[in-house]
């Protein structure tokens, strides 16, 4: 057997059409600001992609570029600014920030309504409890490319490995809320291959390059792999890989994404559609 290819790329498109379409019949314009501190060159590349897609999508996109020398103050003074531009409607710091500024002040200072990434306390307390709030992007959108395979999941058993904040806890949330069993595990967990192969759909999210071997996974089951590891072959050349062994996995499961290709595209749909959203709540349409 192998695996249906879940086609993230081609899922994001489909959603940034709908999006598109949406921002077209809104009588304002929304607009996302993107923070990035330092000169990390992936940051830069994925801080062009967001921009690149915000302004192809109908939205205006607003840039704040600093050096790695700016201070918490000086950076929480530009949220400030932010959060009171009636123009911005979302408001992403990329992440990680440089030591000697704390991404946790920074994260609670961006006004709730305007948390497109969903990492203010509020925004985690409303999903927690089913209540509404803004969701992270990437649980978002995996949970989008899994009803891509089975759009009523209600009673599948769910095993997320990782418990991060960003990812693992914001999933399985999201998935009780979908009416599934869900089991969290973690480099404390015992029998992790015990766990993975009891799982109807199997999340992975540790960032551990291809940790998941074939042998977890059960017969058929759906894998959604959110890891992106760069690592490097023989020759030093590097490419991305998931934290599932992608060609083992080919073999067992019944449907899986691929690294890349698969969650990382939805990431930036969804933060286009969390935009839109926030800017139709602030202004009650």
């Known amino acids: 057997m192998t695996a249906r290819i879940i086609d993230g790329k081609a899922v994001a498109a489909t959603l940034r059409e709908q999006i598109t379409a949406d921002v077209a019949t809104l009588n304002c314009q929304p607009g996302l600001a993107v923070v990035l501190v330092g000169h990390d060159p992936a940051s830069h590349v994925y801080v062009r992609s967001k921009a690149k897609q915000t302004t192809e999508a109908g939205m205006a996109s607003f840039e704040h570029r600093l050096p790695d020398t700016v201070s918490e103050q000086e950076l929480l003074a530009l949220i400030a600014r932010l959060n009171s531009d009636d123009a911005v409607d ?8 440089p030591s000697h500024i704390s991404a946790d002040k920074v994260l609670c200072a961006i006004d709730p309504a305007k948390d497109v990434d969903g990492f203010h306390p509020v925004n985690v307390g409303l999903v927690a409890t089913g209540a509404g709030g803004i969701v992270p992007c990437t649980p978002l959108g995996a949970l989008f490319l899994l009803k891509e395979v089975q759009e009523d999941l209600s009673g599948m058993n769910v095993v997320v490995v990782g418990r991060s904040n960003i990812v693992g806890k914001p999933m ?3 998935l009780l809320q979908k009416n599934c069993s869900v089991t969290i595990i973690h480099s404390r967990s015992r029998d992790l291959p015990g766990f993975c192969r009891s799982a109807d759909i199997l999340v992975a999210a540790v960032g551990r390059p291809e940790m998941i071997r074939g042998d977890w996974i059960r017969p058929g089951a759906t894998v959604i792999d959110v890891g992106i590891n760069r690592i490097a072959d023989a020759e030093g050349k590097t490419r991305l890989v998931g934290d ?11 449907a899986i994404t691929p690294v890349p290709g698969g969650v990382g595209p939805m990431t930036i749909a969804c933060l286009l559609r969390n935009t839109v959203e926030a800017a139709k709540a602030r202004r009650g349409t």
């Open 172 to 174: 399985a949330q999201l």
């Open 90 to 97: 979302g408001i992403l710091v990329q992440l990680p920030l």
């Open 244 to 254: 599932v062994a992608f060609a083992e996995a080919l073999e067992t499961a019944g």
